[in-house]
């Protein structure tokens, strides 16, 4: 049974994150490129990409690990913008609006894998 994703309120937020994750990250110093941008960058596209792949999967028990996987990786991007934050890549108003951001996809991610469970 396949779940349509564009229904799914986590997904949408992840995909807001993505996008300005890629708008902050313009910004990083070029040495970063192969390091913390593209670490950064794939755990927050991760997120979405996993909730699509998952929703189209058949079994509950498929969907589920997918969906906890996108969790892993927005845990991932927590940590991530922490240290761009500590290593001064962007401002502390800026880490909090994403950190906000994140907080959000956290919560409504998880208590759609518990609904799903």
Excluded at 28 to 50: C, G, W, Y
Excluded at 74 to 91: G, N, Q, T, W
């Amino acid at each position: 049974m396949a779940r349509l994703y564009k229904n799914i309120r986590a997904y949408h937020l992840a995909y807001d994150l993505v996008l300005d994750v890629y708008k902050i990250t313009e910004k990083f110093p070029k040495s970063e490129d192969h390091n913390i941008t593209s670490q950064l960058r794939r755990a927050a596209v991760s997120i979405p990409l996993n909730i699509v792949e998952g929703s189209a999967k058949a079994s509950k028990k498929d969907f589920l690990r997918y969906l906890n996987i996108a969790y892993g990786s927005a845990k991932e991007v927590e940590v991530l913008l922490c240290l761009c934050k500590d290593l001064k890549y962007f401002s502390n108003n800026t880490y909090y609006t994403l950190n906000q951001q994140l907080d959000e996809v956290n919560a409504k991610l998880f208590l759609f894998l518990r609904n799903v469970e």
